[in-house]
């Protein structure tokens, strides 16, 4: 049955893969980014729906529902934005933590606060997250904005899913390991990864149909390598 989901940051990498592997596949689609060039590109079919917007600004979200106007449910929301930021703790500003927290935080809070009333037992979030937010994992010097606001992410998914627990919507975060993506190659120039975004948005892809099945206010790790 064809599913309708909404995947952010599917401009490029992950998500445009993502946003391809639903489309494909016949599934109805909401795509959001900054930079929605590439999505305007793909063939202009009924169940594409794709949006430009900064997911750091509050005045985005009101123009969510509006691109969505038929939308009676929505099956799956991928929080798959994310910003990252490389510098030692010792520069970092706290712009850069506020803007990553923009991003990796409040941005799925936001999405999950609007499309909840559309969401039912059976509706899955997916919140991607990376694997150094997860506690015990290695951890990369130089990224405390970025993995802080991505473990808050994490821990997000496992408190919302008690207070999800009788209506719904299943929720799940996949802290993921390292994916060839423009983010990895300006944060790790010399790291070539294993993986390139179609094979993970493939297991993301699958995750999300289907996880809600056996997971719930799980974290789990998705990585095969880090750098
Ligand atoms: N690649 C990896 O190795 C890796 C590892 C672990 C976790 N992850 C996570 O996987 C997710 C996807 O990462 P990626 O590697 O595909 O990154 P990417 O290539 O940098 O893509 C990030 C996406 O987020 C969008 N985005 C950024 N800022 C935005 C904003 N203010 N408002 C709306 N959209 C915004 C970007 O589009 P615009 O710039 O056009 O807005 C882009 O589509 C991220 O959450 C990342 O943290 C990636």
């Known amino acids: ?22 489309l ?24 594409k729906h794709i949006l430009s ?5 509050i005045s985005s979200y009101e123009r969510i529902l509006e ?9 799956i929301l991928i929080n798959n934005a994310g910003y990252l930021i490389r510098k030692p703790f010792k520069n970092l500003s706290d712009g850069d933590f506020e803007y990553s927290f923009s991003l990796n ?6 999405m999950i606060r609007i499309l909840t009333p559309l969401m039912s037992r059976s509706s899955h979030i997916v919140n991607i997250s990376t694997i150094g937010a997860v506690q015990g994992s290695k951890k990369f010097p130089g990224l405390a904005a970025y993995t802080t606001s991505k473990a ?3 821990n997000l998914t496992e408190l919302l899913s008690e207070e999800f627990k009788s209506d719904g919507p299943i929720i799940n975060c996949l802290a993921l390991g390292s994916v060839q993506t423009e983010m990895l190659a300006q944060a790790f120039p010399n ?7 179609e094979e993970i948005a493939d297991y993301i892809y699958r995750f999300s149909l289907e996880g809600q099945k056996f997971y719930n206010g799980k ?3 998705v990585s095969i390598a880090t750098p």
């Not at 691109?67 to 099956?75: F, K, Q, S």
Request: with cysteine; glycine share 6%.
């Open 1 to 22: 049955m064809s599913k309708r989901v909404i995947i952010t940051g599917a401009g490029r990498g992950i998500g445009y893969a993502l946003f391809k592997n639903f």
């Open 219 to 221: 974290v789990l790790s």
């Open 105 to 110: 935080t409040l941005a799925p809070i936001r």
């Open 67 to 75: 691109a969505i106007p038929h939308w009676d449910r929505v099956d």
């Open 53 to 57: 917007l900064d997911l750091t600004k």
């Open 24 to 47: 494909d596949n016949r599934h109805e689609v909401l795509g959001i980014s900054r930079d929605i060039h590439h999505l305007s590109l793909l063939s202009d079919i009924p169940q």
């Open 191 to 197: 790291y070539k990864a294993s993986l390139i975004p």
């Open 152 to 154: 808050a992410l994490c």
